[in-house]
């Protein structure tokens, strides 16, 4: 399986932005980007996910390197909900492929 | 906005006991995956399932382990015979399709083996 690698944890200011980072060197031309999140005692919860053009929602922004080696997950507005454990995922574009987790990015958000 | 439900929210067993956890997916996703999270730690996965068969399984997934659809609704997992290490936080979620599309968690059955 292609392997990210993320940062173990970063700080924020409320309603600052926020980059989170994640490289994918082994990234395979079929590979999605998905980023997940795990707020405090709640199941995973789906942030955003692209190919290769960089994608908008109304949680997030992702922005994808030219060459899809890395990724950053964009909060344009840290809020204090958004304190949580993030996940950058390759998923293959293939049936039965399941999403694998590694230890994510802890966000901690300061008032 | 529809949502996977899981049932029930905490559940203490004895070691050695069987354990159903049940999980009821969202109407119209055709895959379905069970995890598991020991605390403190990360996600793991546990089996992924599509047209009534295990599409992929982790090495956790043994022989105690199984999952079923035993209708529409429903996807379950079963454990045979708990141990104490079984202890952890089971999430259950689904996808529309393979393709192109997220994944919906449940809020997770709290499993404890005593």
């Known amino acids: 399986d292609a392997k990210t690698t993320q940062p173990n944890s970063m700080e924020s200011n409320e309603e600052e932005p926020v980059h989170l980072p994640c490289n994918h060197s082994t990234i395979s031309g079929t590979d999605y980007i998905h980023w997940y999140r795990q707020l405090p005692s709640q199941g995973p919860e789906y942030v955003i996910h692209g190919l290769t053009s960089n994608v908008n929602n109304r949680m997030a922004s992702l922005a994808i390197a030219e060459d899809r080696k890395s990724s950053t997950l964009i909060l344009h507005r840290a809020t204090l909900r958004d304190a949580a454990v993030y996940y950058c995922?390759?998923?293959?574009?293939?049936?039965?492929?399941?999403?694998?987790f590694g230890k994510g990015t802890t966000l901690s958000v300061s008032s | 906005e529809p949502e996977v439900t899981q049932t029930p929210s905490h559940q203490v067993t004895q070691m050695g006991q069987e354990v159903i956890l049940r999980c009821v997916p969202i109407?119209?996703?055709?895959?379905f995956y069970w995890y598991r999270q020991i605390l403190g730690q990360k996600v793991e996965f546990l089996v992924s399932?599509?047209?009534?068969?295990?599409?992929?399984k982790s090495e956790i997934f043994d022989d105690q382990f199984s999952v079923e659809r035993p209708d529409g609704s429903n996807f379950t997992l079963k454990i045979r015979s708990t141990k104490l290490e079984d202890s952890a936080m089971y999430f259950c979620?689904?996808?529309?399709?393979?393709?192109?599309?997220?994944?919906?968690f449940g809020q997770g059955t709290r499993l404890t083996v005593v």
């Open positions: 995922i390759l998923m293959a574009n293939q049936a039965g492929t399941a999403l694998i």
């Open positions: 109407s119209n996703h055709l895959y």
């Open positions: 979620a689904s996808r529309r399709t393979f393709m192109n599309t997220e994944a919906f």
């Open positions: 399932f599509y047209n009534n068969e295990i599409s992929e």
